[in-house]
Protein backbone atom coordinates (compact mmCIF):
# COMPACT_ATOMS: atom_id res chain seq x y z
CA UNK A 1 0.00 0.00 0.00
CA UNK A 2 1.57 3.23 -1.00
CA UNK A 3 0.66 5.64 2.09
CA UNK A 4 1.66 9.55 1.47
CA UNK A 5 3.78 11.32 4.16
CA UNK A 6 1.91 14.06 4.69
CA UNK A 7 -0.75 12.15 6.77
CA UNK A 8 -0.91 12.71 10.56
CA UNK A 9 1.14 10.06 12.06
CA UNK A 10 -1.94 9.70 14.43
CA UNK A 11 -4.36 8.90 11.37
CA UNK A 12 -1.44 6.28 9.92
CA UNK A 13 -1.60 4.51 12.90
CA UNK A 14 -5.38 4.16 12.68
CA UNK A 15 -5.12 3.48 9.00
CA UNK A 16 -2.72 0.50 9.62
CA UNK A 17 -4.57 -1.08 12.49
CA UNK A 18 -7.80 -1.00 10.62
CA UNK A 19 -6.32 -2.95 7.74
CA UNK A 20 -6.60 -6.33 9.24
CA UNK A 21 -9.67 -5.87 9.87
CA UNK A 22 -11.25 -4.76 6.61
CA UNK A 23 -12.55 -7.26 4.19
CA UNK A 24 -11.97 -5.38 1.06
CA UNK A 25 -14.62 -7.36 -1.33
CA UNK A 26 -16.94 -9.62 1.19
CA UNK A 27 -18.97 -12.17 -0.34
CA UNK A 28 -21.47 -14.85 1.48
CA UNK A 29 -19.95 -17.95 2.39
CA UNK A 30 -21.47 -20.88 0.81
CA UNK A 31 -24.56 -22.77 2.33
CA UNK A 32 -22.65 -26.01 1.93
CA UNK A 33 -18.80 -27.36 1.84
CA UNK A 34 -19.29 -29.27 -1.46
CA UNK A 35 -20.08 -32.51 -0.83
CA UNK A 36 -22.24 -33.61 -3.55
CA UNK A 37 -23.25 -36.54 -1.79
CA UNK A 38 -24.96 -33.92 0.81
CA UNK A 39 -25.30 -30.72 -0.92
CA UNK A 40 -25.91 -29.13 2.45
CA UNK A 41 -23.42 -30.49 4.79
CA UNK A 42 -21.14 -27.77 6.11
CA UNK A 43 -20.50 -24.47 5.10
CA UNK A 44 -18.44 -22.45 2.86
CA UNK A 45 -16.07 -19.47 3.80
CA UNK A 46 -14.50 -20.37 7.77
CA UNK A 47 -12.88 -22.99 9.63
CA UNK A 48 -13.80 -23.86 12.95
CA UNK A 49 -10.62 -24.81 15.78
CA UNK A 50 -13.41 -25.44 18.52
CA UNK A 51 -16.27 -26.08 20.26
CA UNK A 52 -17.62 -24.87 23.33
CA UNK A 53 -20.94 -26.05 24.65
CA UNK A 54 -22.52 -25.12 27.41
CA UNK A 55 -25.84 -27.10 27.85
CA UNK A 56 -28.33 -27.87 30.41
CA UNK A 57 -30.88 -30.51 29.48
CA UNK A 58 -34.09 -31.95 31.17
CA UNK A 59 -34.67 -35.83 30.93
CA UNK A 60 -38.23 -35.00 31.39
CA UNK A 61 -39.00 -32.88 29.11
CA UNK A 62 -36.29 -32.97 26.92
CA UNK A 63 -35.96 -29.81 26.86
CA UNK A 64 -31.99 -28.72 25.79
CA UNK A 65 -30.96 -25.76 26.20
CA UNK A 66 -27.60 -24.01 25.75
CA UNK A 67 -24.67 -21.78 24.16
CA UNK A 68 -22.25 -22.30 22.37
CA UNK A 69 -19.01 -20.60 21.51
CA UNK A 70 -17.00 -21.74 18.33
CA UNK A 71 -13.78 -20.10 17.79
CA UNK A 72 -13.35 -19.92 13.54
CA UNK A 73 -11.29 -17.87 11.54
CA UNK A 74 -12.58 -16.59 8.18
CA UNK A 75 -11.46 -18.25 5.18
CA UNK A 76 -12.68 -15.52 3.02
CA UNK A 77 -13.81 -12.29 3.20
CA UNK A 78 -16.76 -12.87 4.59
CA UNK A 79 -20.65 -10.94 4.51
CA UNK A 80 -22.04 -13.88 6.05
CA UNK A 81 -21.93 -17.18 6.50
CA UNK A 82 -24.15 -20.18 7.87
CA UNK A 83 -23.84 -22.58 10.51
CA UNK A 84 -25.97 -26.24 10.45
CA UNK A 85 -28.59 -26.35 13.20
CA UNK A 86 -32.10 -27.23 13.52
CA UNK A 87 -33.02 -25.85 17.09
CA UNK A 88 -34.27 -22.59 18.12
CA UNK A 89 -32.13 -19.65 18.29
CA UNK A 90 -32.05 -16.96 20.73
CA UNK A 91 -29.06 -14.98 20.20
CA UNK A 92 -26.37 -15.02 17.87
CA UNK A 93 -22.91 -12.99 18.65
CA UNK A 94 -19.71 -12.54 16.36
CA UNK A 95 -16.94 -11.35 17.70
CA UNK A 96 -18.62 -10.28 20.79
CA UNK A 97 -21.57 -8.02 19.38
CA UNK A 98 -24.96 -9.14 17.89
CA UNK A 99 -25.22 -10.45 14.10
CA UNK A 100 -28.35 -10.93 12.31
CA UNK A 101 -29.64 -14.25 11.93
CA UNK A 102 -32.23 -16.19 10.34
CA UNK A 103 -32.87 -20.06 9.37
CA UNK A 104 -33.52 -21.35 6.32
CA UNK A 105 -35.02 -24.90 5.69
CA UNK A 106 -34.45 -26.99 8.71
CA UNK A 107 -31.42 -27.30 9.34
CA UNK A 108 -29.41 -24.23 7.87
CA UNK A 109 -28.88 -20.71 10.53
CA UNK A 110 -28.15 -17.55 8.17
CA UNK A 111 -25.60 -15.11 10.27
CA UNK A 112 -24.94 -11.61 9.10
CA UNK A 113 -22.45 -10.27 11.39
CA UNK A 114 -22.52 -7.00 12.40
CA UNK A 115 -19.62 -5.83 9.88
CA UNK A 116 -17.73 -8.24 7.44
CA UNK A 117 -14.53 -10.92 8.74
CA UNK A 118 -11.55 -10.24 6.92
CA UNK A 119 -10.22 -13.92 5.27
CA UNK A 120 -7.30 -14.90 7.97
CA UNK A 121 -9.37 -12.96 10.49
CA UNK A 122 -10.01 -15.48 13.72
CA UNK A 123 -13.36 -14.45 15.27
CA UNK A 124 -15.79 -15.83 18.21
CA UNK A 125 -19.26 -16.92 17.47
CA UNK A 126 -21.38 -17.36 20.49
CA UNK A 127 -25.29 -18.76 19.91
CA UNK A 128 -28.16 -19.07 22.29
CA UNK A 129 -30.67 -21.65 21.81
CA UNK A 130 -32.94 -23.84 23.15
CA UNK A 131 -35.24 -26.90 21.82
CA UNK A 132 -36.45 -30.87 22.28
CA UNK A 133 -34.45 -32.42 19.65
CA UNK A 134 -37.10 -35.15 19.56
CA UNK A 135 -39.18 -32.40 18.14
CA UNK A 136 -36.91 -32.25 15.15
CA UNK A 137 -37.32 -34.56 12.35
CA UNK A 138 -35.28 -33.71 9.00
CA UNK A 139 -36.52 -35.69 5.78
CA UNK A 140 -38.25 -38.38 8.17
CA UNK A 141 -34.71 -38.64 9.82
CA UNK A 142 -33.77 -38.19 13.07
CA UNK A 143 -29.81 -38.50 15.06
CA UNK A 144 -31.83 -37.76 18.52
CA UNK A 145 -32.81 -41.22 20.62
CA UNK A 146 -35.30 -40.23 22.97
CA UNK A 147 -35.12 -42.57 25.72
CA UNK A 148 -37.24 -43.20 28.71
CA UNK A 149 -34.70 -41.33 31.12
CA UNK A 150 -33.51 -38.79 28.72
CA UNK A 151 -31.73 -38.90 24.98
CA UNK A 152 -28.68 -39.69 22.85
CA UNK A 153 -27.57 -37.43 19.91
CA UNK A 154 -25.63 -40.24 17.92
CA UNK A 155 -25.84 -40.79 14.09
CA UNK A 156 -23.81 -40.38 10.83
CA UNK A 157 -23.39 -38.87 8.71
CA UNK A 158 -24.63 -36.21 10.86
CA UNK A 159 -25.70 -35.26 14.20
CA UNK A 160 -24.52 -32.08 15.31
CA UNK A 161 -27.67 -30.88 14.01
CA UNK A 162 -29.97 -32.08 16.58
CA UNK A 163 -27.90 -30.74 19.61
CA UNK A 164 -25.27 -28.16 18.08
CA UNK A 165 -24.57 -25.13 15.16
CA UNK A 166 -21.88 -26.37 13.59
CA UNK A 167 -20.00 -26.45 10.18
CA UNK A 168 -21.13 -30.16 9.94
CA UNK A 169 -18.63 -31.68 7.57
CA UNK A 170 -15.58 -33.92 8.28
CA UNK A 171 -13.58 -31.63 6.49
CA UNK A 172 -13.68 -28.77 9.12
CA UNK A 173 -12.62 -31.09 12.12
CA UNK A 174 -12.55 -28.99 16.02
CA UNK A 175 -11.26 -29.46 19.27
CA UNK A 176 -14.32 -29.93 21.71
CA UNK A 177 -15.21 -28.62 25.46
CA UNK A 178 -18.51 -30.14 26.51
CA UNK A 179 -20.31 -29.30 29.76
CA UNK A 180 -23.69 -30.33 30.91
CA UNK A 181 -25.75 -29.92 33.38
CA UNK A 182 -28.80 -32.43 34.18
CA UNK A 183 -30.54 -33.08 37.21
CA UNK A 184 -28.67 -35.25 40.25
CA UNK A 185 -28.93 -39.05 39.43
CA UNK A 186 -28.77 -38.62 36.08
CA UNK A 187 -25.56 -38.34 34.00
CA UNK A 188 -24.53 -36.93 30.93
CA UNK A 189 -21.94 -38.19 28.96
CA UNK A 190 -19.53 -37.43 26.00
CA UNK A 191 -16.18 -37.55 24.14
CA UNK A 192 -12.93 -37.80 25.63
CA UNK A 193 -11.81 -37.44 29.35
CA UNK A 194 -14.46 -36.24 31.65
CA UNK A 195 -12.68 -33.25 33.57
CA UNK A 196 -14.86 -32.51 36.24
CA UNK A 197 -18.03 -33.01 37.94
CA UNK A 198 -19.31 -30.99 40.59
CA UNK A 199 -22.74 -30.81 42.09
CA UNK A 200 -24.96 -27.70 43.48
CA UNK A 201 -28.72 -26.80 43.61
CA UNK A 202 -29.59 -30.28 42.54
CA UNK A 203 -28.09 -30.24 39.31
CA UNK A 204 -24.89 -31.94 38.27
CA UNK A 205 -22.51 -30.44 35.75
CA UNK A 206 -19.93 -32.76 33.42
CA UNK A 207 -17.02 -31.37 31.68
CA UNK A 208 -16.11 -33.19 29.12
CA UNK A 209 -12.78 -32.65 26.90
CA UNK A 210 -11.99 -34.06 23.44
CA UNK A 211 -8.16 -32.33 22.68
CA UNK A 212 -7.37 -34.04 19.36
CA UNK A 213 -9.67 -32.89 16.19
CA UNK A 214 -13.30 -34.37 15.76
CA UNK A 215 -15.19 -34.42 12.86
CA UNK A 216 -19.01 -32.61 14.39
CA UNK A 217 -20.63 -36.25 13.35
CA UNK A 218 -18.60 -37.85 16.12
CA UNK A 219 -19.54 -35.38 18.78
CA UNK A 220 -21.97 -37.14 20.90
CA UNK A 221 -24.08 -36.52 23.74
CA UNK A 222 -25.79 -39.09 26.17
CA UNK A 223 -28.16 -38.03 29.21
CA UNK A 224 -29.67 -41.16 31.33
CA UNK A 225 -29.17 -42.93 34.75
CA UNK A 226 -26.18 -44.52 34.09
CA UNK A 227 -23.72 -46.79 35.76
CA UNK A 228 -19.84 -45.90 35.37
CA UNK A 229 -16.72 -47.73 35.35
CA UNK A 230 -13.68 -46.87 35.06
CA UNK A 231 -10.42 -47.69 34.49
CA UNK A 232 -6.60 -46.63 32.86
CA UNK A 233 -4.78 -48.45 29.60
CA UNK A 234 -1.27 -50.05 30.08
CA UNK A 235 -0.47 -46.56 28.22
CA UNK A 236 -1.69 -44.71 31.09
CA UNK A 237 -4.80 -43.61 28.99
CA UNK A 238 -8.09 -43.15 30.87
CA UNK A 239 -10.96 -45.57 29.96
CA UNK A 240 -14.70 -44.72 31.11
CA UNK A 241 -17.53 -46.75 30.16
CA UNK A 242 -21.22 -46.40 30.52
CA UNK A 243 -24.10 -48.30 30.97
CA UNK A 244 -27.64 -47.39 30.95
CA UNK A 245 -29.25 -48.84 34.54
CA UNK A 246 -32.02 -50.08 32.25
CA UNK A 247 -30.56 -52.68 29.95
CA UNK A 248 -32.60 -55.56 30.85
CA UNK A 249 -31.45 -58.91 29.87
CA UNK A 250 -28.35 -57.50 27.86
CA UNK A 251 -27.15 -55.92 30.72
CA UNK A 252 -24.43 -58.79 30.86
CA UNK A 253 -23.32 -59.09 27.71
CA UNK A 254 -22.82 -55.31 26.91
CA UNK A 255 -20.47 -55.05 29.86
CA UNK A 256 -18.70 -57.93 28.97
CA UNK A 257 -18.04 -57.43 25.78
CA UNK A 258 -17.54 -53.03 26.18
CA UNK A 259 -14.84 -53.72 29.21
CA UNK A 260 -13.19 -55.30 26.78
CA UNK A 261 -12.01 -52.10 25.41
CA UNK A 262 -8.93 -51.63 26.31
CA UNK A 263 -7.60 -54.83 25.40
CA UNK A 264 -9.11 -54.20 22.31
CA UNK A 265 -7.41 -51.37 21.70
CA UNK A 266 -4.24 -52.67 22.74
CA UNK A 267 -4.38 -55.19 20.19
CA UNK A 268 -5.47 -52.72 17.63
CA UNK A 269 -2.35 -50.30 18.18
CA UNK A 270 -0.03 -53.70 17.42
CA UNK A 271 -2.09 -53.42 13.52
CA UNK A 272 -2.77 -50.23 13.52
CA UNK A 273 0.07 -48.17 15.45
CA UNK A 274 -0.49 -45.69 18.59
CA UNK A 275 -4.05 -44.98 19.70
CA UNK A 276 -4.80 -41.20 18.77
CA UNK A 277 -7.06 -39.80 21.40
CA UNK A 278 -7.11 -38.76 24.87
CA UNK A 279 -9.05 -41.27 26.14
CA UNK A 280 -10.95 -44.67 25.60
CA UNK A 281 -14.35 -46.10 26.47
CA UNK A 282 -17.87 -46.60 25.15
CA UNK A 283 -21.55 -46.51 26.25
CA UNK A 284 -24.70 -48.41 25.83
CA UNK A 285 -27.45 -46.03 26.11
CA UNK A 286 -31.22 -47.69 26.26
CA UNK A 287 -32.04 -47.24 23.15
CA UNK A 288 -33.89 -49.14 20.46
CA UNK A 289 -32.22 -48.39 17.87
CA UNK A 290 -30.00 -50.94 16.23
CA UNK A 291 -26.51 -50.05 15.05
CA UNK A 292 -23.29 -48.53 16.95
CA UNK A 293 -21.39 -45.59 16.18
CA UNK A 294 -17.85 -45.20 16.75
CA UNK A 295 -18.28 -41.35 18.01
CA UNK A 296 -14.70 -40.34 19.22
CA UNK A 297 -12.74 -41.90 21.94
CA UNK A 298 -16.10 -43.35 23.06
CA UNK A 299 -18.60 -45.34 20.80
CA UNK A 300 -22.16 -45.48 20.98
CA UNK A 301 -23.36 -49.07 21.52
CA UNK A 302 -27.04 -50.10 21.22
CA UNK A 303 -28.27 -52.79 23.59
CA UNK A 304 -29.79 -55.13 20.64
CA UNK A 305 -25.68 -55.71 19.61
CA UNK A 306 -25.75 -57.69 22.55
CA UNK A 307 -28.88 -59.41 22.61
CA UNK A 308 -27.38 -63.17 21.52
CA UNK A 309 -24.86 -62.30 24.15
CA UNK A 310 -20.85 -60.96 24.03
CA UNK A 311 -20.29 -59.14 20.99
CA UNK A 312 -16.78 -57.96 20.95
CA UNK A 313 -16.51 -58.01 17.42
CA UNK A 314 -18.80 -54.50 17.25
CA UNK A 315 -16.41 -53.02 19.50
CA UNK A 316 -13.54 -54.20 17.54
CA UNK A 317 -15.41 -52.68 14.53
CA UNK A 318 -16.05 -48.92 16.65
CA UNK A 319 -12.49 -49.12 17.90
CA UNK A 320 -10.84 -49.89 14.28
CA UNK A 321 -12.80 -46.77 13.26
CA UNK A 322 -10.77 -44.61 15.82
CA UNK A 323 -7.67 -44.69 13.04
CA UNK A 324 -9.71 -45.29 10.21
CA UNK A 325 -12.65 -43.06 10.31
CA UNK A 326 -12.00 -40.90 13.23
CA UNK A 327 -8.24 -40.06 13.07
CA UNK A 328 -8.22 -40.28 9.45
CA UNK A 329 -11.21 -39.12 8.01
CA UNK A 330 -13.40 -39.06 4.71
CA UNK A 331 -12.06 -36.08 2.46
CA UNK A 332 -15.56 -36.44 1.00
CA UNK A 333 -18.88 -39.19 1.69
CA UNK A 334 -18.28 -40.72 -1.20
CA UNK A 335 -14.97 -42.19 0.61
CA UNK A 336 -17.40 -44.15 2.83
CA UNK A 337 -15.02 -47.60 2.29
CA UNK A 338 -11.63 -45.54 4.07
CA UNK A 339 -14.03 -46.26 6.63
CA UNK A 340 -16.30 -49.06 6.56
CA UNK A 341 -13.93 -51.45 4.77
CA UNK A 342 -11.24 -51.16 7.34
CA UNK A 343 -13.24 -51.72 10.13
CA UNK A 344 -14.61 -54.38 8.73
CA UNK A 345 -11.49 -56.03 7.97
CA UNK A 346 -10.70 -55.71 11.52
CA UNK A 347 -13.15 -57.76 12.59
CA UNK A 348 -11.64 -60.77 10.34
CA UNK A 349 -8.13 -59.57 11.39
CA UNK A 350 -9.72 -60.82 14.77
CA UNK A 351 -11.47 -63.16 14.22
CA UNK A 352 -8.37 -65.03 12.56
CA UNK A 353 -6.25 -63.97 16.41
CA UNK A 354 -9.08 -65.49 18.23
CA UNK A 355 -8.80 -68.77 15.98
CA UNK A 356 -12.68 -68.33 14.82
CA UNK A 357 -11.90 -68.49 11.06
CA UNK A 358 -9.13 -66.41 9.22
CA UNK A 359 -9.24 -63.46 7.01
CA UNK A 360 -9.07 -65.31 3.56
CA UNK A 361 -11.74 -68.10 5.44
CA UNK A 362 -14.02 -65.08 5.91
CA UNK A 363 -13.50 -63.55 2.41
CA UNK A 364 -14.23 -66.81 0.80
CA UNK A 365 -17.29 -66.79 2.51
CA UNK A 366 -18.45 -63.79 2.41
CA UNK A 367 -18.24 -64.00 -1.77
CA UNK A 368 -19.74 -67.42 -1.47
CA UNK A 369 -22.82 -65.97 -0.14
CA UNK A 370 -24.00 -63.62 -2.73
CA UNK A 371 -24.25 -65.24 -6.23
CA UNK A 372 -23.47 -63.07 -9.75
CA UNK A 373 -27.00 -61.96 -9.52
CA UNK A 374 -27.47 -60.83 -6.06
CA UNK A 375 -27.79 -56.82 -6.30
CA UNK A 376 -25.20 -56.71 -3.82
CA UNK A 377 -22.45 -56.53 -6.70
CA UNK A 378 -24.37 -53.55 -8.05
CA UNK A 379 -23.17 -51.52 -5.23
CA UNK A 380 -19.75 -49.71 -5.89
CA UNK A 381 -17.77 -49.66 -2.85
CA UNK A 382 -15.87 -47.01 -3.53
CA UNK A 383 -18.42 -44.40 -4.66
CA UNK A 384 -21.67 -45.93 -3.42
CA UNK A 385 -24.14 -42.88 -3.79
CA UNK A 386 -25.85 -41.24 -0.87
CA UNK A 387 -28.47 -44.03 -0.91
CA UNK A 388 -26.51 -46.92 -0.14
CA UNK A 389 -23.76 -45.54 2.20
CA UNK A 390 -24.11 -47.92 4.43
CA UNK A 391 -25.24 -50.74 2.15
CA UNK A 392 -23.45 -54.05 3.30
CA UNK A 393 -21.48 -53.76 0.19
CA UNK A 394 -19.43 -51.12 1.41
CA UNK A 395 -18.63 -53.03 4.46
CA UNK A 396 -18.23 -56.81 3.12
CA UNK A 397 -17.63 -56.01 0.15
CA UNK A 398 -14.84 -53.03 0.89
CA UNK A 399 -13.14 -55.93 2.89
CA UNK A 400 -12.77 -58.63 0.06
CA UNK A 401 -11.06 -55.50 -1.30
CA UNK A 402 -8.39 -55.36 1.59
CA UNK A 403 -8.62 -59.26 1.33
CA UNK A 404 -7.40 -59.18 -2.41
CA UNK A 405 -5.13 -56.49 -1.73
CA UNK A 406 -3.39 -58.72 0.96
CA UNK A 407 -2.94 -61.13 -1.41
CA UNK A 408 -1.91 -59.07 -4.29
CA UNK A 409 1.19 -57.76 -2.28
CA UNK A 410 1.62 -60.31 0.28
CA UNK A 411 1.34 -59.52 4.10
CA UNK A 412 4.55 -57.63 4.71
CA UNK A 413 3.65 -55.03 3.10
CA UNK A 414 -0.28 -54.94 3.54
CA UNK A 415 -0.10 -54.93 7.87
CA UNK A 416 2.72 -52.04 6.61
CA UNK A 417 0.10 -50.09 4.77
CA UNK A 418 -2.77 -50.81 7.79
CA UNK A 419 -0.07 -49.57 10.15
CA UNK A 420 1.16 -46.53 7.89
CA UNK A 421 -2.14 -45.11 6.34
CA UNK A 422 -3.34 -43.74 10.11
CA UNK A 423 0.78 -42.59 10.58
CA UNK A 424 0.18 -40.49 7.68
CA UNK A 425 -2.81 -39.08 7.45
CA UNK A 426 -3.29 -38.76 11.18
CA UNK A 427 -6.08 -36.20 12.15
CA UNK A 428 -6.67 -35.01 8.89
CA UNK A 429 -8.97 -36.32 5.54
CA UNK A 430 -8.45 -38.92 2.74
CA UNK A 431 -9.43 -40.02 -0.62
CA UNK A 432 -10.25 -43.56 -1.48
CA UNK A 433 -7.67 -42.59 -4.54
CA UNK A 434 -5.06 -41.60 -1.91
CA UNK A 435 -5.37 -45.10 -0.61
CA UNK A 436 -5.03 -46.87 -4.11
CA UNK A 437 -1.73 -44.27 -4.60
CA UNK A 438 -0.52 -45.07 -1.01
CA UNK A 439 -0.68 -49.23 -1.55
CA UNK A 440 0.78 -48.68 -4.77
CA UNK A 441 3.85 -47.04 -3.83
CA UNK A 442 4.55 -48.81 0.03
CA UNK A 443 4.17 -52.38 -2.47
CA UNK A 444 5.78 -50.82 -5.72
CA UNK A 445 2.62 -52.94 -7.58
CA UNK A 446 0.25 -50.98 -10.02
CA UNK A 447 -2.89 -51.98 -8.38
CA UNK A 448 -5.49 -49.48 -10.00
CA UNK A 449 -6.86 -52.54 -11.80
CA UNK A 450 -7.00 -54.42 -8.57
CA UNK A 451 -9.15 -51.32 -6.98
CA UNK A 452 -11.04 -50.87 -9.72
CA UNK A 453 -12.18 -54.38 -10.33
CA UNK A 454 -13.46 -54.63 -6.20
CA UNK A 455 -13.96 -51.29 -5.63
CA UNK A 456 -16.18 -49.53 -8.32
CA UNK A 457 -17.15 -52.75 -11.26
CA UNK A 458 -20.85 -52.73 -10.78
CA UNK A 459 -20.89 -56.86 -11.17
CA UNK A 460 -19.49 -59.75 -9.28
CA UNK A 461 -15.32 -59.99 -9.89
CA UNK A 462 -14.61 -63.05 -12.00
CA UNK A 463 -11.31 -63.18 -9.99
CA UNK A 464 -11.85 -64.65 -6.47
CA UNK A 465 -11.33 -62.94 -3.32
CA UNK A 466 -7.86 -65.49 -3.08
CA UNK A 467 -5.48 -66.41 -5.82
CA UNK A 468 -6.35 -70.22 -5.52
CA UNK A 469 -8.59 -70.21 -2.81
CA UNK A 470 -10.68 -72.35 -4.70
CA UNK A 471 -13.95 -70.40 -4.31
N1 LIG B 1 -20.32 -46.15 11.11
C1 LIG B 1 -21.40 -46.92 11.67
C2 LIG B 1 -20.86 -48.32 11.88
O1 LIG B 1 -19.71 -48.46 12.03
C3 LIG B 1 -22.55 -46.94 10.75
C4 LIG B 1 -23.72 -46.16 11.21
C5 LIG B 1 -24.78 -46.16 10.17
N2 LIG B 1 -26.01 -45.63 10.66
C6 LIG B 1 -27.10 -46.36 10.82
N3 LIG B 1 -28.17 -45.81 11.31
N4 LIG B 1 -27.14 -47.62 10.51
O2 LIG B 1 -21.54 -49.30 11.89
ZN1 LIG C 1 -18.42 -48.93 10.77
Known amino acids: MHRRLTVPSALVATLVLAIPASAANPSAGAP ?47 SRFNLDFG ?3 SEVRVGGRKAEFRKEGAQELVVTPASPLAEGRATSVVVRYAGKPSELEIGGWTAWHRTPDGGVAAQEPDSAVWWFPSNDHPLDKATYDVSVL ?22 TRYNWRSNKPQASYLATLAVGRFDITTGTTADGLPVLNAYSKDLGDNAGAARASVERTGEVAEWLTEVFGPYPFNALGGYVPNVTSGFALETQTRPFYSPRQFANGSNVSVVVHELAHQWYGDSVSVEGWKDIWVNEGFARYSQWLWSEKEGEGTAQELADWVYAQHPADDPFWTVAPGDPGPENQFHLAVYDRGALALQALRNEIGDEDFFAILKGWPAKHAYGNAEVGDFVAYAERVSGKPLAGLFDTWLYEPSKPAAPAAAGAGV
Open 182 to 203: VPDGSQAISNGVLVSQSSRLGW
Open 87 to 89: LEV
Open 32 to 78: GIGDPYYPAAGNGGYDVSHYDLRLKYRPETDLLEGTATLLATATQDL
